[in-house]
């Protein structure tokens, strides 16, 4: 079963506009929630990250939001450059039992930026 | 290097081979992950290190699988009698210290594994 589920593929914007890229997760025991960038042939790099104390977390152009009730992340970006046309990764770690460096992966949304 | 470095980035082998993985992490980091991305998915969690020791071992698939990492710095991850589902990207990760909340991880490029 999949407990970090990324429902979009794909996703297409135009510059200069909003990208919204959404996460839901299943497992109630996730407290710690990231966000990773993935060009191809290359490895993830970290993006952003929330707590699940917060339920929002900006830096620069990228904002995390966090919807605990709902179980329910979401990645926004703006403005969207075509830099950041990648695959981008949400992924989740629980803090109960040590276990922050086993993060669950969802299996990714492809976001183009067109100029 | 600056950062994590995995070799080879291609390994093609033949069903039923055996295969090593290497992972050179940032130095001075302690922790160190493997993770396994098949096609389609997102990367999945195999082994983590603290130092020499496996800390969790717990995604390694099956008994065919095993990563060591002797000096506390390179590690390998050993694959026996490869079988066509071994295929994926296999990525290392690196930090200073345990786990992904406190410290940034860095992932290397990975290295495509395919089994023919």
């Known amino acids: 079963d999949q407990q970090v589920k990324q429902n979009s593929p794909s996703l297409s914007v135009q510059e200069g506009r909003i990208s919204i890229l959404n996460c839901d997760y299943t497992?109630?025991?996730?407290?710690?929630f990231l966000w990773y960038k993935k060009y191809p042939a290359e490895g993830p790099t970290f993006l952003i990250s929330?707590?699940?104390?917060?339920d929002k977390n900006e830096d620069g152009r990228f904002t995390v939001f966090l919807n605990k009730s709902a179980k329910h992340l979401s990645l926004h970006i703006v403005p969207s450059q075509p830099g950041d046309s990648a695959v981008y990764f949400c992924?989740?770690?629980?803090?109960?039992?040590?276990?922050?460096?086993?993060?669950?992966f969802g299996k990714g949304t492809l976001l183009t930026v067109n100029p | 290097g600056a950062g994590v470095s995995q070799t080879p980035s291609n390994k093609v082998t033949e069903k039923g081979k055996y295969v090593e993985l290497r992972c050179d992490p940032i130095s001075g980091h302690t922790a160190l992950y493997w993770y396994r991305q098949s096609l389609g998915q997102g990367p999945e969690f195999l082994i983590y290190f603290q130092g020499t020791g496996a800390a969790d071992d717990s995604g390694l698939p099956n008994d065919r699988f095993f990563a060591v990492r002797p000096e506390g710095s390179v590690s390998t991850l050993k694959i026996q009698r490869t079988e066509r589902g071994d295929s994926a990207v296999y990525l290392c990760?690196?930090?200073?210290?345990?786990?992904?909340?406190?410290?940034?991880?860095?992932f290397g490029q990975g290295t495509r594994l395919t089994v023919v």
């Open positions: 990760a690196s930090s200073l210290d345990g786990g992904f909340r406190y410290t940034e991880a860095f």
């Open positions: 929330i707590s699940s104390i917060k």
């Open positions: 497992n109630s025991m996730f407290d710690y």
């Open positions: 992924a989740a770690s629980a803090e109960s039992g040590g276990s922050n460096y086993k993060l669950t």
